[in-house]
RNA sequence: GGGGCGGUAGCUCAAUUGGUUAGAGUACCGGACUGUCGAUCCGGUGGUUGCGGGUUCGAGUCCCGUCCGCCUCGCCA
């Protein structure tokens, strides 16, 4: 076989003159007959153009190349010369070619399904999924693995330079409540029994630090057998860390530092100082705990104005427990929002639980309002009273639009939440170009879910209420809801343009702490001893105070990529209903597998249900 | 589990209100051509219109079911 001496992207006008031999796929072929023949030859690093002509080739070498097809794979040897047809200026290669003067085919392809070097006239994402091997020749997909490459790479040195130590953490792991579905093992050895796919390696990574390893970082696969979204896959990738000895900042300033590092080094941006803000501002004003701040369109709260009014929708929502009404102004809205878009507003927001979305067009004193205060249109006559206030409270300005949005808390901010991000999108307010980052701190502990009669953890049941909490958490009543809410976490997420890249916390490291979290959970000391006896031994025998994150590196990729979709950064991801359309896992397995593992299938084509 | 969109040559798409033999580009096969780089020109192969049922004289088109893909709500401590 020909040995390769350089790859496809590397060759210049400087090696004219030398032998080479490269080795690759066939990107384009372009045949003038006998006696002339150009092909694009492509392998991971890019394109060299090489040209079989008849007055340096034998026709045997000629008859060779005139049978080359799209992806064929070949090696090829011959001279690099400054081209002669005049160089190509799409192509870093593009002022040589090589002329040919020993070709091998090293693999004849059948016809591919489609072809990578057609970027234009891409297949839909189901065949590219089925021939992934295929699709991740595609430039543009290399790209991709190469800079997930560069990410981990500069996440181990970063982690390295700060005295963390890479530890691997097992697969096989004991289900524990709360939390995702678990994705299940059966146990050979002990029947009935069942592993459970880590969701993360939370558990094992505070024994670490109680094992006083101090500083542990981990690239580690997490599984959730939950339903996908364009940013989730149920099995993804987590930069894990975790430090002893820290507090909230020391923590904070350490991951900032990552993330600086990761965009600096990737893309070469400086990403400044993050921002902070607590969980509470940031509902009130943006309707998410992980707002996106390209762009204004700030929710503001006008509860109390509408208190004044007389309108139905504004008192109903009143009416309910922790109800608000709050507003979002468009400026120039009046001529960029139509009727039919404010009209599918109004659909949008009641997949969210609202009723709908009442818009008011501000004319200005002057205006075709003026007897409602300057406001036209729909619910003109019914703010009319407020108006002056409405104006000032949100610096309303003549063709301005405002919409509005009255209900519960919890539904009114979600709602304008996701307006306000469809909003921004459909006027083109999002700068792709720009970056924003943020710590969203402050959380609460606990959240009363109405339906189960419970508190959940809403970040996770070990982390630890921010110390100038602690006194207020032990003392605090089970049955008051309004102080179990109002304890807050030492918990922190970052965020990158809107999405969550990560997310941690302070954890418990003290019993009598992480029983009262459990008490409060509603699990009982028994419960709580069976499944997490070893975490509660571990804290009783000398754990060290210690916190940590965990980031999403497929998101944090998708991010330095610019894509939307979680499968382009992933090498061989899943489907919507997780399957593998290349290997078509999942699949049957035999009757005696399963009589081995004391596993017997209850499935029917009529109890799926 | 709910809602939405989609499935027609290998691939990307088209096909008046239901109406003749389902077309085009590209890939592939054959031929022509010495400076291309989306090469060009000529010819050709290629179809269970996802699958099953129904309505109809007649279904790619309408109806029901089902499978697959994507988006989304729920879910994701």
Redesign the pocket.
């Known amino acids: 076989m020909l040995k390769r001496t350089q790859t496809c992207g590397q060759i210049r006008l400087e090696h004219a003159g030398h032998a080479v031999t490269l080795c690759g796929w066939v990107n384009?072929y372009?045949?003038?007959?006998?006696?002339?023949i150009?092909v694009d030859l492509r392998d991971r690093d890019g394109l060299t153009?090489l040209?079989f002509?008849?007055?340096d080739a034998s026709p045997e070498l000629l008859e060779q190349a005139d049978k080359l097809?799209?992806e064929d794979v070949v090696a090829a040897h011959g001279i690099v010369r400054k081209?002669?047809?005049?160089?190509?200026p799409?192509l870093p290669t593009?002022e040589v070619?090589v002329v040919v003067t020993k070709l091998e085919v090293l693999s004849k392809t059948a016809?591919p399904?489609?072809?990578p070097s057609?970027e234009k006239?891409?297949?839909?994402?189901?065949?590219r999924l089925r021939h992934r091997y295929v699709d991740l020749r595609r430039p543009r997909m290399q790209e991709i693995l190469k800079t997930r490459h560069r990410v981990t790479k500069l996440t181990r040195d970063y982690f390295d330079e700060q005295g963390f130590l890479e530890i691997e953490t097992p697969n096989l792991c004991r289900s524990t409540p709360?939390?995702?579905?678990d994705f299940l093992v059966p146990s050979r050895h002990q029947p009935g029994q069942w592993y459970a796919l880590p969701?993360?390696p939370?558990l094992f990574k505070q024994l670490l630090m109680v094992a006083g390893c101090d500083r542990y970082m981990q690239i580690c696969r997490c599984f959730?057998d939950?339903?996908?979204?364009?940013d989730?896959q149920a099995e993804f990738t987590q930069i894990d860390c975790e430090m002893s000895f820290v507090e909230r900042e020391d923590v904070m300033r350490t991951m900032e530092g990552f993330v600086r590092t990761v965009w600096q080094g990737v893309l070469g941006v400086d990403v400044p100082a993050m921002d902070r803000i607590t969980y509470r501002e940031s509902m009130d004003r943006y309707g998410v705990d992980r707002p996106d701040r390209r762009f204004g369109l700030e929710l503001v709260s006008i509860t109390d104005l509408a208190a004044e009014t007389d309108f139905n929708v504004f008192s109903q929502a009143l009416a309910k427990r922790k109800g608000v009404v709050k507003a979002i102004r468009v400026p120039g809205g009046a001529e960029k929002l139509t009727r039919k878009l404010t009209d599918g507003y109004t659909e949008f927001v009641k997949?969210?639980g609202a009723g709908g979305v009442p818009v008011a067009k501000y004319t200005g004193p002057g205006g075709a309002g003026a007897e409602t205060g300057g406001f036209e249109t729909g619910i003109a006559r019914f703010i009319a009273p407020i108006a002056d206030k409405l104006v000032e409270r949100l610096g309303l300005e003549p063709g301005d639009t405002v919409l509005f949005g009255a209900d519960s808390y919890a539904v009114c901010t979600k709602a304008l939440g996701e307006l306000r991000l469809k909003l921004a999108k459909d006027l083109g307010l999002i700068d792709e170009n720009k970056w924003d980052f943020l710590w969203v701190i402050d959380f609460p502990m606990f959240e009363y879910d109405e339906a189960e009669r419970r508190y959940?953890?809403?970040?996770?049941?070990f982390t630890a209420p921010n110390p100038d909490q602690l006194d207020a958490f032990m003392a605090a009543d089970k049955n008051d809801p309004d102080a179990v809410e109002a304890v807050v976490s030492a918990g922190y997420d970052v965020i990158c343009n809107g999405s969550e890249i990560g997310g941690g916390s302070i954890r418990i490291h003290r019993q009598d702490v992480q029983s009262k979290v459990f008490d409060l959970l509603g699990l009982s000391e028994a419960e709580a001893k069976e499944k997490f006896s070893f975490l509660l031994d571990a804290l009783r025998f000398g754990a060290p105070p210690h916190g940590g994150i965990a980031f999403g590196l497929d998101r944090l990729v998708m991010h330095l990529v610019k894509t939307d979709?979680i499968?382009d950064v992933i090498a061989f991801p899943k489907?919507?209903?997780g399957?593998d359309?290349m290997s078509n896992a999942p699949g049957a397995v035999d009757k005696a597998q399963l009589r081995d593992l004391y596993v017997r299938s209850t499935y029917t084509p009529e109890a799926?249900?």
């Open positions: 384009a372009r045949d003038h007959g006998t006696g002339l150009f153009q040209v002509d008849k007055e097809r799209n081209r002669d047809g005049g160089p190509n799409k593009g070619e016809n399904p489609f072809l057609d006239n891409l297949p839909n994402e189901e065949v709360e939390g995702a579905r969701q993360s939370q959730r939950e339903d996908p979204r364009a989730r997949q969210f959940f953890a809403l970040h996770h049941p979709n499968r489907t919507h209903t399957m359309l799926k249900s």
